[in-house]
């Protein structure tokens, strides 16, 4: 099973890779290709067997996935909890307002550290969490503006359009592969595109409230307010 999301991952990465963005967009980097050896880590670890729930992201953050290519790569939860250690590179054009760091970023990135502290509570080990969910994002690539992070949403049309097709064919392959029964979406917008990328599929979808320390809500208790949306699917 995780040889088909290594696969789907691979085609994902070479799709994007031509791919380019006009201003303001100054930087465009792909955690897939130069973090590509702790994400396949990830994929082959916990890729493997059927999965109830697929959660879905929208696109790295820029002190998680875009440091370690690990979906919502809290450092700490990463390295500590999950195990996880393969090496990081550099990106072919890096800008020193969103350095690469890898492992060594000091930086904590608030919507990971919410999202798998919560699993870690409620399963313990990450096998007990991976046995029926994954971890994804939707689109591979982190957009800056200088230092500020522009989401794929905020992109014209015209640039959005070979983006999300591809981002499309990538998350029905990974759903597919895994069989998943729910597609979860980490905020609206990813939950919108899980139900345009997997219409036709046998999967039921939903969304939990996005992480994210600009969300005023997150911040009054994200982890209770994740939990209750995910009791009223009927998923926990």
Known sequence: MSAKLIEAARILSDE???????APVTHTYNPLDYAWAPHEEYLKRFGKGRKKVVFIGMNPGPFGMVQIGVPFGEIASARDWMGLSAPVKKPASETLDRPIEGWDCPRSEVSGRRLWGLFAERFGAPETFFAEHFVANYCPLA?????RNV???KLPAAEQAPLLAACDRHLRALVEATKAEWVIGIGAWSEQRARQACAGLPVKYGRVLHPSPASPAANRGWAE????????????
Request: charged residues 20%; proline residues 4%; hydrophobic residues 50%.
């Open 151 to 153: 989401t794929p949403d």
């Open 225 to 236: 307010a994740a939990t209750k949306q995910l009791g009223e699917l009927g998923i926990w």
């Open 16 to 22: 994007v890779a031509t791919m380019r963005f006009a």
């Open 143 to 147: 957009f800056f503006e200088g230092k």
